[in-house]
């Protein structure tokens, strides 16, 4: 297992890139901790292929280096880089047996044939394929297919880094929250550094110890799930995470007082004069809906969502969640909104603004 480091990395798909618009990938310059599980997540189209494709070495990057463990690896090919890299959609030889499949990475590496048989039980169980070790691929549905891919990628111990690029897109939903569960096990058992590459945030926190959110070809913030919850460093990073995400609200600042549309709000944090646009940030936990003080809205619907209840309310023309407990009950007059201060996040031109500790 390995740190990787990626210094100066960014990648464009052109021959000769003109701006950073050019770039699938901008620059980066980031440590993967040896032994820590980190998902990358982020929507279709973000970079998240290109640069895990970068780390495999199946993509040479158009600037910057990758090193394992301080040692330049960027010419080097995935075979010399020693890393396991699981796809979207499953890479088996069909006229191979199960068993040959998933023994197939060990064999090519001159494992011995009575370790390589302990090892290909161990992980036929894993993936639940016990049965099926002495069947052919073809045939095989598409998710057992997928399974045997996730097999191939885990069978090899000694591999510097696992790469998974949404490898549970084609299996079904139970046997996903199955699979999930035997990686994270596989990572406490093993300590392999892993990269998790996903699209859909609850794999993502579920999975990681870190999260890396991409948006637009950059890394936006790197961070544990709860960082990325209490201080998004982006606008993006709070509408992405959540369920449903932070609220963004057009803001005036002065001090530790906000002004929307005429309204006042308290900040936690202090500020000086900020440049640019200005929002606030405040997730829909830690808004609250009363008939009292507080910035007017006008509430649209309200779901039920068993745990709690979502509230969507208009607030000046922004569509604005609250979310309030099980029991609350709501009236027609409750038609104001107040967020709690310490939760109330600064943004300028959609980035994190740190503010002093209000007095
Ligand atoms: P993700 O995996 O997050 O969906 P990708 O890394 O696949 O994103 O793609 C990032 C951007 O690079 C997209 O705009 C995509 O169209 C572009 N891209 C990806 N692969 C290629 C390629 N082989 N040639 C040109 N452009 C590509
Ligand atoms: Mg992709």
């Known amino acids: 297992m390995a740190k990787i480091t990626l210094d100066n990395l960014a990648h ?3 021959p000769n890139p003109k701006g950073e618009d050019d770039f699938a990938l901008k620059e980066l310059n980031h440590d993967w901790a040896d032994g820590e599980a980190y998902a990358l997540l982020g929507s279709s189209g973000c ?6 494709n970068i780390i495999s070495g199946l993509l040479h990057p158009s600037q910057g280096r990758i090193l394992f463990d301080g040692v330049d690896v960027t010419q080097a090919s995935t075979a010399d880089r020693n890393i396991a890299q699981v796809f979207q959609f499953p890479v088996v030889y069909d006229t191979m047996t199960v068993r040959d499949n998933l023994a ?3 064999k090519n590496r001159g494992a011995s044939p009575h370790y390589i048989a302990d090892r290909v039980q161990q992980i036929a169980k894993m993936i639940g394929m016990e049965a099926e070790l002495g069947n052919r691929a073809r045939g095989l549905t598409a998710d057992a297919k997928q399974k045997i891919s996730l ?12 790469l998974f690029d949404e490898p549970l897109t084609v299996i079904d939903p139970h046997m996903k929250w199955e699979l999930r569960t035997q990686l994270k096990s596989l990572h406490h058992e093993f300590g392999h550094t892993m990269i998790y590459v996903t699209h859909d945030q609850t794999e993502a926190l579920t999975f990681a110890d870190k999260v890396v959110v991409m948006y637009d070809g950059r890394v936006v913030q790197i961070g544990t799930p709860e960082e990325l919850f209490d201080k998004p460093q982006h606008t993006f990073v709070g509408y992405f995470i959540g369920s449903p995400g932070m609220n963004v609200i057009p803001a005036s600042v002065a001090g530790s007082d906000a002004v929307v549309h005429g309204a006042a709000v308290k900040l936690g944090q202090s500020f000086g004069p900020l440049d640019g646009k200005v929002e606030i940030g405040v997730r829909p936990e830690f808004v609250t809906l009363t008939d009292g003080e507080g910035v007017p809205v006008k509430v649209r619907r309200v779901e039920d969502v068993g745990r709690h209840k979502i509230i969507r309310a208009d607030l000046f023309g922004n569509e604005i969640n609250i979310v309030a407990g099980e029991g609350q009950s709501i009236s027609p007059d409750m038609n104001r909104v107040t967020f709690d201060p310490k939760r109330v996040n600064v943004y300028v031109n959609d980035w994190l603004k740190e503010g002093e500790a209000a007095q």
């Open 104 to 106: 197939f990475p060990l």
């Open 12 to 14: 464009s798909y052109l």
């Open 47 to 52: 970079g998240k292929s290109t640069l895990l």
């Open 151 to 162: 097999g191939r990628g885990m069978v090899r111990e000694d591999v510097n880094a696992l």
